[in-house]
C-alpha cells in the first residue's frame, strides 16, 4: 500500500517535472527574481525617487519665494564657489574625521575587553548595555549632555567644589565631540565586539605555537582579521557623524555651521530648495566616496589581489 | 639511562567540569615517532595543548631537553603544532603564512622569503608562494601548514588530527609524505589521532588513552597483538574478546572457562585458579569451517575491506566474533549470512589480557 503510493508519487512528480524543466533549467532564477521584487518596488519608490527628484530640484529657480521648474546651473555654481560652502564642508569632513579616530580608538580597546577579557555573563551584559542607547533617544542624550557640561551644570559645580573653572566645557569642539560620539561610540562598539567574537581562536592560538607574544597577536592576528570590521566601524562612524544635525546644533550652536545646519539655513533664509538641493546632493557624493574608500580598505591586500585575478 | 627528549611527569589536567588528563607519565625519545590514539575526549588532545603550552597542566610536569617548561609560555617553546582546522592566516599569502614565525623571531625581510620558499619548494609548493590561502586545494592547504610548523627548524613537531579533513585518497598520500619528512628530518614527531590506520602506519610507539589516562604504550604490532586490559583489545577492533575464568593448568597452557566454553590459553606466568581468565584472539588467527571442531555460530554478515573482508559471526551463547578472511577463502565457504560455520585457533595465537591492576 505505501510502497505503491510513493510509487505514483514518485512517477507523477517525475512527469510534473518533465515539462517545464528545461524553461526552469534555462532562466535561472526565475523565483529569485520574483521574490525580489517587493525590494526593487520599495527601493524605487522611497529611495531611487526622491534622489532623482533631489537632483531635478538643483536645476530649478526660486522666483519670489516660489519653486518654479527650470534648467539653470547658477545654483551648483552658486553653492560650490561659495565659501561659506567650502568652509562648511571643510569643518564637516575635519569634525567626521576626528569622531571617526575617536570612536575607532575608544571602541576599540573596549570591544577587546569584552570580546576577550570578559567572561560570558559579563559579555552579554555589556552588550546589553550597548544595545539600549542605541535604541534610546538621541535628543535625550544630548539634552542630558547639556546640563552635564553647561556652566552651571553638574561637571562645573564638581569641579568649582574644588575651586576650578568654570570651564567653556559646551558650546565648541569638544562638547560636539562629545556628542558625536554620544551616537557613534556604542555602535562602534558592538560592531567591534561582533567581529571579535567571530574571530577563529585557533587562528591566535596557532601565533602563540609559532612563537607570537600575546602583546603582538593584537597586531598581527587581531586587526588583521579584523580589517573589514574596522573599516565598517570607520564608515559607519564617519557617515553618522558627517550628517549628524543634531550635535552641532546643541552642543556648539550651530557655529561653524556643519553642511547639515547650512542645509536648513539656506531652506531657512529665502527657501533656496535648490540650494539646499546642492548641498544635499554634494553631501551623497561624498558619502559615496567614503563608501567605497572604506570597501577598499575592507578587503585587504590578499582580498584585493583576489578581487584583480 | 638516556633522558628521554619530552617527558611527561604525573601530568595532569583539570577542568572546571572534568579531569581531563589524569596522571600521565610518558617519556618520548628524540626522533620518535609518537602517536596518542583514543576515543574522542580521553584526553589526547588536551596533552597535546599541555606540551605546545596553551593549556596550563593543573598538576605534575612537562620537561622538554631536559628543561622544565614550567612557566614557560607557548610562543617561547618552539613547539610547532599542525592544527585539524590547519588554522592558517587567511590574511597573508602563502609564502607570508609560511614565513610567519621567522618574522616572530624577527628573521630579515629576505631571509625569511628565502627561507619560505624553500619549504615550499621541499613540499611541493613551488609556484604558490603568491597566492591567497583561500585558492589552495585542501592538500596544498595541509602543506603549507606544515611547511609553517617546519620553517624553524624545531626539535619537535605537533600534529592533532592534522589529515582528518582530507578525502581518504589524500590522506593516504599526506601520511607518505609525513613519514618521509620524519625520515629526513630526524626530529619528534607527537601525532594525534582517532584512526588507528595513521597511527600503525606512522608510529614508531602508539599511546592508547582513555578517559584521560594511559591505558598502554608500545609498538603498534605490540599493542594489536598484546592488549594490556579489555579496553584496548576493543579499542584495536579486529580483536575479539572472551570473557572467562581460570580453573587449571596443563601442559603449559591454562584451562579456561566462561559463558562461550571451554579454552585453553598460554600463559607467561602462573595464574591461581578462580582468577579472570579474559583473552583475546585476533580476527585474522581464526579459521572457518563448515563443521567440525570449534565455537559455533552462525555468519551475520560481511564487510568488505580492500584485500580482506570481515566476518562477522554470531556465536551460540550470545558472542559475536569478527573473524578476517581473504575473498577467496570466503568464496570456498560460501559464506552468506545465514550460514552456520565453526569457528578454531591455535591456543597459542590467544593472549591472555594481564590481570587487572589492584584497585587502589
Same mark, same amino acid.
Given at each position: 500500500m505505501t510502497a505503491a503510493s510513493v510509487t505514483t508519487r514518485a512517477s507523477a512528480s517525475r512527469r510534473w517535472f518533465r515539462l517545464p524543466r528545461p524553461r526552469i533549467a534555462g532562466s535561472s532564477g526565475v523565483l529569485p527574481s520574483l521574490l525580489g521584487i517587493p525590494v526593487v518596488l520599495w527601493q524605487a519608490v522611497f529611495f531611487a525617487a526622491p534622489l532623482i527628484f533631489l537632483v531635478v530640484v538643483t536645476f530649478w529657480q526660486v522666483k519670489s519665494f516660489r519653486l518654479e521648474p527650470a534648467f539653470v546651473v547658477d545654483n551648483w555654481t552658486r553653492i560650490l564657489f561659495s565659501a561659506t560652502f567650502q568652509r562648511a564642508l571643510v569643518h564637516t569632513f575635519l569634525v567626521a574625521g576626528t569622531t571617526t579616530v575617536l570612536a575607532v580608538a575608544i571602541a576599540f580597546p573596549a570591544a577587546y575587553t569584552i570580546a576577550f577579557r570578559l567572561g560570558a555573563r559579563a559579555r552579554d551584559l555589556a552588550v546589553a548595555f550597548l544595545v539600549v542607547p542605541v535604541f534610546s533617544s538621541y535628543m535625550l542624550r544630548i539634552y542630558a549632555w547639556q546640563i552635564v557640561l553647561s556652566p552651571e551644570g553638574i561637571t562645573n559645580a564638581l569641579l568649582g567644589g574644588i575651586g576650578i573653572g568654570p570651564l567653556p566645557l559646551l558650546g565648541g569642539a569638544f562638547s560636539l565631540q562629545v556628542g558625536l560620539l554620544t551616537l557613534t561610540l556604542p555602535i562602534a562598539v558592538l560592531i567591534l565586539v561582533f567581529a571579535m567574537a567571530g574571530i577563529d581562536r585557533t587562528l591566535i592560538e596557532a601565533a602563540e605555537n609559532l612563537g607570537c607574544r600575546r602583546a603582538r597577536v593584537i597586531a598581527h592576528v587581531i586587526i588583521p582579521s579584523l580589517r573589514p570590521a574596522i573599516a565598517l566601524t570607520a564608515t559607519t562612524s564617519f557617515l553618522l557623524a558627517f550628517g549628524d544635525y543634531i550635535s552641532p546644533l546643541f552642543m556648539t550652536g550651530s557655529k561653524p555651521p556643519t553642511l547639515s545646519i547650512l542645509i536648513v539655513d539656506t531652506v531657512k533664509s529665502g527657501s533656496q530648495w535648490p540650494r539646499a538641493s546642492v548641498i544635499g546632493v554634494s553631501m551623497l557624493v561624498m558619502l559615496a566616496l567614503v563608501l567605497s574608500l572604506g570597501q577598499y580598505l575592507s578587503r585587504g591586500r590578499t582580498g584585493r589581489k583576489e578581487a584583480a585575478r | 639511562m638516556k633522558t628521554p627528549f619530552i617527558a611527561l611527569d604525573q601530568l595532569d589536567k583539570r577542568y572546571a567540569d572534568h579531569h581531563a588528563v589524569k596522571s600521565v607519565d610518558l617519556d618520548i625519545e628524540a626522533g620518535e615517532f609518537i602517536a596518542l590514539m583514543g576515543p574522542s575526549g580521553c584526553g589526547k588532545s588536551t596533552t597535546l595543548r599541555l606540551i605546545a603550552g596553551l593549556d596550563e597542566p593543573t598538576g605534575g610536569e612537562i620537561r622538554i631537553g631536559g628543561d622544565s =617548561? %614550567?612557566? #614557560?609560555?607557548a610562543f617561547q617553546r618552539n613547539t610547532p603544532m599542525v592544527w585539524q582546522s590547519l588554522a592558517l592566516f587567511p590574511f597573508l599569502t602563502v609564502a607570508e603564512n609560511v614565513a610567519f614565525p621567522l618574522r616572530m623571531q624577527k628573521v630579515g625581510t629576505a631571509e625569511r622569503r628565502r627561507r619560505a620558499l624553500e619549504w615550499l619548494d621541499r613540499l611541493g /609548493? @613551488?609556484? =604558490?608562494?603568491? %597566492?591567497? #590561502? @583561500?585558492? /589552495?586545494s585542501g592538500g596544498q592547504r595541509q602543506r603549507v601548514a606544515i611547511a609553517r610548523a617546519l620553517v624553524t627548524e624545531p626539535s619537535v613537531l605537533l600534529l592533532d588530527e592534522p589529515l582528518s579533513a582530507l578525502d581518504a585518497h589524500l590522506r593516504v598520500r599526506m601520511q607518505t609524505e609525513l613519514s618521509r619528512l620524519h625520515r629526513e628530518l630526524g626530529i619528534t614527531f607527537v601525532y594525534v589521532t582517532h584512526a588507528q590506520s595513521e597511527a600503525f602506519a606512522l608510529a614508531d610507539r602508539i599511546v592508547i588513552m582513555s578517559e584521560g589516562s594511559i591505558q598502554q604504550v608500545g609498538r603498534p604490532q605490540d599493542v594489536y597483538r598484546a592488549p594490556a586490559n579489555a579496553f584496548v583489545a576493543e579499542f584495536m577492533g579486529m580483536n575479539n574478546l572472551v570473557r572467562g575464568e581460570v580453573r587449571g593448568e596443563r601442559d603449559g597452557l591454562l584451562d579456561i572457562a566462561g559463558a562461550l566454553g571451554e579454552f585453553r590459553v598460554p600463559s607467561a606466568t602462573p595464574r591461581p585458579e578462580g582468577s579472570s581468565g579474559d583473552f583475546v584472539i585476533a580476527a585474522d588467527r581464526i579459521a572457518l569451517a563448515a563443521d567440525g571442531e570449534g565455537l559455533a555460530g552462525t555468519v551475520l554478515g560481511l564487510e568488505f575491506v580492500g584485500s580482506t573482508q570481515t566476518v562477522f559471526v554470531e556465536i551460540e551463547g550470545g558472542a559475536e566474533f569478527r573473524v578476517q578472511k581473504q575473498q577467496h577463502e570466503i568464496e570456498a565457504l560460501d559464506l552468506v549470512p545465514g550460514r552456520k560455520v565453526r569457528l578454531s585457533w591455535n591456543p597459542q595465537h590467544a593472549w591472555l589480557l594481564p590481570q587487572p591492576a589492584q584497585a587502589h
Amino acid at each position: 500500500m505505501t510502497a505503491a503510493s510513493v510509487t505514483t508519487r514518485a512517477s507523477a512528480s517525475r512527469r510534473w517535472f518533465r515539462l517545464p524543466r528545461p524553461r526552469i533549467a534555462g532562466s535561472s532564477g526565475v523565483l529569485p527574481s520574483l521574490l525580489g521584487i517587493p525590494v526593487v518596488l520599495w527601493q524605487a519608490v522611497f529611495f531611487a525617487a526622491p534622489l532623482i527628484f533631489l537632483v531635478v530640484v538643483t536645476f530649478w529657480q526660486v522666483k519670489s519665494f516660489r519653486l518654479e521648474p527650470a534648467f539653470v546651473v547658477d545654483n551648483w555654481t552658486r553653492i560650490l564657489f561659495s565659501a561659506t560652502f567650502q568652509r562648511a564642508l571643510v569643518h564637516t569632513f575635519l569634525v567626521a574625521g576626528t569622531t571617526t579616530v575617536l570612536a575607532v580608538a575608544i571602541a576599540f580597546p573596549a570591544a577587546y575587553t569584552i570580546a576577550f577579557r570578559l567572561g560570558a555573563r559579563a559579555r552579554d551584559l555589556a552588550v546589553a548595555f550597548l544595545v539600549v542607547p542605541v535604541f534610546s533617544s538621541y535628543m535625550l542624550r544630548i539634552y542630558a549632555w547639556q546640563i552635564v557640561l553647561s556652566p552651571e551644570g553638574i561637571t562645573n559645580a564638581l569641579l568649582g567644589g574644588i575651586g576650578i573653572g568654570p570651564l567653556p566645557l559646551l558650546g565648541g569642539a569638544f562638547s560636539l565631540q562629545v556628542g558625536l560620539l554620544t551616537l557613534t561610540l556604542p555602535i562602534a562598539v558592538l560592531i567591534l565586539v561582533f567581529a571579535m567574537a567571530g574571530i577563529d581562536r585557533t587562528l591566535i592560538e596557532a601565533a602563540e605555537n609559532l612563537g607570537c607574544r600575546r602583546a603582538r597577536v593584537i597586531a598581527h592576528v587581531i586587526i588583521p582579521s579584523l580589517r573589514p570590521a574596522i573599516a565598517l566601524t570607520a564608515t559607519t562612524s564617519f557617515l553618522l557623524a558627517f550628517g549628524d544635525y543634531i550635535s552641532p546644533l546643541f552642543m556648539t550652536g550651530s557655529k561653524p555651521p556643519t553642511l547639515s545646519i547650512l542645509i536648513v539655513d539656506t531652506v531657512k533664509s529665502g527657501s533656496q530648495w535648490p540650494r539646499a538641493s546642492v548641498i544635499g546632493v554634494s553631501m551623497l557624493v561624498m558619502l559615496a566616496l567614503v563608501l567605497s574608500l572604506g570597501q577598499y580598505l575592507s578587503r585587504g591586500r590578499t582580498g584585493r589581489k583576489e578581487a584583480a585575478r | 639511562m638516556k633522558t628521554p627528549f619530552i617527558a611527561l611527569d604525573q601530568l595532569d589536567k583539570r577542568y572546571a567540569d572534568h579531569h581531563a588528563v589524569k596522571s600521565v607519565d610518558l617519556d618520548i625519545e628524540a626522533g620518535e615517532f609518537i602517536a596518542l590514539m583514543g576515543p574522542s575526549g580521553c584526553g589526547k588532545s588536551t596533552t597535546l595543548r599541555l606540551i605546545a603550552g596553551l593549556d596550563e597542566p593543573t598538576g605534575g610536569e612537562i620537561r622538554i631537553g631536559g628543561d622544565s =617548561m %614550567r612557566g #614557560v609560555p607557548a610562543f617561547q617553546r618552539n613547539t610547532p603544532m599542525v592544527w585539524q582546522s590547519l588554522a592558517l592566516f587567511p590574511f597573508l599569502t602563502v609564502a607570508e603564512n609560511v614565513a610567519f614565525p621567522l618574522r616572530m623571531q624577527k628573521v630579515g625581510t629576505a631571509e625569511r622569503r628565502r627561507r619560505a620558499l624553500e619549504w615550499l619548494d621541499r613540499l611541493g /609548493l @613551488a609556484g =604558490m608562494a603568491e %597566492r591567497n #590561502v @583561500a585558492q /589552495l586545494s585542501g592538500g596544498q592547504r595541509q602543506r603549507v601548514a606544515i611547511a609553517r610548523a617546519l620553517v624553524t627548524e624545531p626539535s619537535v613537531l605537533l600534529l592533532d588530527e592534522p589529515l582528518s579533513a582530507l578525502d581518504a585518497h589524500l590522506r593516504v598520500r599526506m601520511q607518505t609524505e609525513l613519514s618521509r619528512l620524519h625520515r629526513e628530518l630526524g626530529i619528534t614527531f607527537v601525532y594525534v589521532t582517532h584512526a588507528q590506520s595513521e597511527a600503525f602506519a606512522l608510529a614508531d610507539r602508539i599511546v592508547i588513552m582513555s578517559e584521560g589516562s594511559i591505558q598502554q604504550v608500545g609498538r603498534p604490532q605490540d599493542v594489536y597483538r598484546a592488549p594490556a586490559n579489555a579496553f584496548v583489545a576493543e579499542f584495536m577492533g579486529m580483536n575479539n574478546l572472551v570473557r572467562g575464568e581460570v580453573r587449571g593448568e596443563r601442559d603449559g597452557l591454562l584451562d579456561i572457562a566462561g559463558a562461550l566454553g571451554e579454552f585453553r590459553v598460554p600463559s607467561a606466568t602462573p595464574r591461581p585458579e578462580g582468577s579472570s581468565g579474559d583473552f583475546v584472539i585476533a580476527a585474522d588467527r581464526i579459521a572457518l569451517a563448515a563443521d567440525g571442531e570449534g565455537l559455533a555460530g552462525t555468519v551475520l554478515g560481511l564487510e568488505f575491506v580492500g584485500s580482506t573482508q570481515t566476518v562477522f559471526v554470531e556465536i551460540e551463547g550470545g558472542a559475536e566474533f569478527r573473524v578476517q578472511k581473504q575473498q577467496h577463502e570466503i568464496e570456498a565457504l560460501d559464506l552468506v549470512p545465514g550460514r552456520k560455520v565453526r569457528l578454531s585457533w591455535n591456543p597459542q595465537h590467544a593472549w591472555l589480557l594481564p590481570q587487572p591492576a589492584q584497585a587502589h
